[in-house]
Nanobody
Framework: QVQLVEFGGGLVQAGGSLRLSCAAS????????MGWFRQAPGKEREFAAA????????YYADSVKGRFTISRDNAKNTVYLQMNSLKPEDTAVYYC?????????????????WGQGTQVTVSS
């Protein structure tokens, strides 16, 4: 079992930045692909970013590309999402997820473990 806990959400003005962290316990994350998803009120959960276990590959949704950066520190068992140039439409609960294996996927159903989420609110 892998337990994931997200940190770093909050309220920020449009154009600002936040860095989310996802700390894992129970298993080392070094063999897991990791993803960040988000869910706005009344909407389905959507993919934001993903990273391979070796950090060799990263993937981004078009809506966040160029503004968000996913990274990981396997020694600290932590994954990060740096969010810059935030927009009101980025407001959502952000979840990190883990998937055992080297294949990076962007579909929520393909991930094995999930955190409880952290709220990000961007004011205009």
């Amino acid at each position: 079992q892998v337990q994931l806990v997200e940190f770093g959400g909050g309220l920020v003005q449009a154009g600002g930045s936040l860095r989310l962290s996802c700390a894992a316990s129970g298993r080392t994350l070094s063999r897991y692909a990791m993803g960040w998803f988000r869910q706005a009120p009344g909407k389905e959960r959507e993919f934001a970013a993903a990273i391979s276990w070796s950090s060799g590959s990263t993937y981004y949704a078009d809506s966040v590309k160029g503004r968000f950066t996913i990274s990981r520190d396997n020694a600290k068992n932590t994954v990060y999402l740096q969010m810059n140039s935030l927009k009101p439409e980025d407001t959502a609960v952000y979840y990190c997820a883990a998937r055992l294996g080297i294949v990076v996927v962007t579909t929520a159903a393909d991930y094995d473990y999930w955190g409880q989420g952290t709220q990000v609110t961007v004011s205009s």
